[in-house]
């Protein structure tokens, strides 16, 4: 059976003060989905970033989920291993690993007043909890490390490599 998976999101990303269509970004995805078995999906497709270093990357690879409550997703760019630790017949907690290739480009203005395009990428290793419901509704913690940080501008003035850190995310669906 074929599944597919279309997403656009329209984003403003700025410094508050560029507004110009250097700030505008679409992000998106198309992506095929083919479960070869009850344990076993293929994935492949187009994750489009916007950004002005990378603007597309292919996304591929398989999803395992060989018990109830193991899943592995090893797919590229964001792999994740999830464990879940409860479930009930409302809800279920599940605990992950994933990394991710993190960053954007953003429409600033610089202290000269001239429009200019920066653009932020990392690497990032995460630890997640995320709780489920049975209604759909979910929310996330997430905690992790950052490495391999840059900051580059398109007017090739400036730029900086930055050290590692860490991060801490909250978020959730309704």
């Known amino acids: ?62 999803i395992c989920t060989p018990r109830e409550d193991v899943r592995f997703e090893l797919m590229f760019p964001k792999p994740r291993l999830a464990w879940r630790q409860w479930y009930t017949p409302v809800s279920e907690q599940w605990v992950y690993v994933t990394g991710e290739l993190g960053g954007q480009s953003w429409g600033v203005v610089r202290a000269s007043g001239a429009d200019d395009i920066a653009t932020y990428r990392d690497l990032r ?38 050290s590692a850190t860490g991060c801490l995310r909250v978020g959730g669906a309704f």
């Open 1 to 62: 059976a074929w599944l597919f998976n279309l997403a656009l999101t329209p984003s403003l990303f700025t410094d508050g003060d560029n507004l110009s269509g250097d700030a505008v970004r679409m992000l998106g995805r198309a992506m095929a989905y083919y479960t070869a078995s009850p344990t076993l999906q293929w994935a492949g497709g187009i994750v489009y970033l916007d950004r002005a270093d990378l603007p597309v990357l292919p996304a591929l690879g398989v």
């Open 125 to 162: 290793f995460v630890l997640g909890l995320e709780r489920k419901q049975s209604s759909g509704q979910s929310w996330y913690v997430e905690g992790g490390y950052v490495f391999g940080r840059e900051v580059e501008y398109e007017s090739n003035i400036g730029g900086a490599d930055l």
